[in-house]
């Protein structure tokens, strides 16, 4: 049974680092794709970065391509979020997320969910 644990998150100054991780702690294995979310106060949740089961294709949303990094160990069935030159508009609740079908940029596409870990980047 998938059971997602996100942790890492915290409060930065713009331009400084995080890094997220979650922890797929219900199975021994998986060669599930793997996601991150996030999700601002009023606002969509919204695609941020993604995995395939081996980490040899990542994907990532325009906004924040060249800033985070998406990388997995497969074997510990964690994936992580590299956060680099974080800016005020980073801040949300990221989510991490497993196993979809269809368009993966979609919430709807995925099928289990973390509870998430809040983002909090001061100007």
């Known amino acids: 049974q998938v059971q997602l644990v996100e942790s890492g998150g915290g409060l930065v100054q713009a331009g400084g680092s995080l890094t997220l991780t979650c922890v797929d702690s219900?199975?021994?294995?998986?060669?599930?794709?793997m996601g991150w979310f996030r999700q601002a106060p009023g606002k969509e949740r919204e695609f941020v970065a993604a995995?395939?089961?081996?980490?040899?294709?990542?994907f990532y949303a325009d906004s924040v391509k060249g800033r985070f990094t998406i990388s997995r160990d497969s074997a510990k069935n964690t994936v992580y979020l590299q956060m680099n030159s974080l800016k005020p508009e980073d801040t949300a609740l990221y989510y991490c997320a497993i196993d979809p079908e269809g368009d993966y940029t979609l919430p709807n596409a995925w099928g289990s969910w973390g509870q998430g870990t809040q983002v909090t980047v001061s100007s």
């Open positions: 219900g199975r021994t294995f998986s060669r599930d794709p």
């Open positions: 995995i395939t089961w081996s980490g040899g294709s990542t």
